[in-house]
């Protein structure tokens, strides 16, 4: 799949009522909304970027599919299930500090 423009995936969030998600948790992780959208690979970027398509893929109002977000984002679904799942535990970690961190 060819990489989008972070331009693009911006342009399409707005379209989506979704840019307030992501510059929400840009915000809140300290990372610029930019490169969330782009191809950075940096941890904080990355972790970021998993936690938007975590709260994308559970959303209330309206649940994106594996292949929305990854179409969206200019992605493989595969990247977008493994981001999910990267995101869904160290949220398991986090609520059980017993748990060892990989």
Known sequence: MASRSSHVVLDDLLRRDRLA????????????VDPLCGTARTLSV????????????????HCFSLFEIARLFG???????????AHTRRLEQDADPSATRS
């Open 46 to 61: 990355s972790h970021a970027r998993q936690e938007v398509w975590w709260r994308m893929r559970r959303h209330p109002e």
């Open 21 to 32: 998600l992501v510059e929400e948790v840009a915000v809140r992780r300290g990372v610029l």
């Open 75 to 85: 992605r493989h679904h595969p990247t977008v299930m493994a981001g999910v799942a």
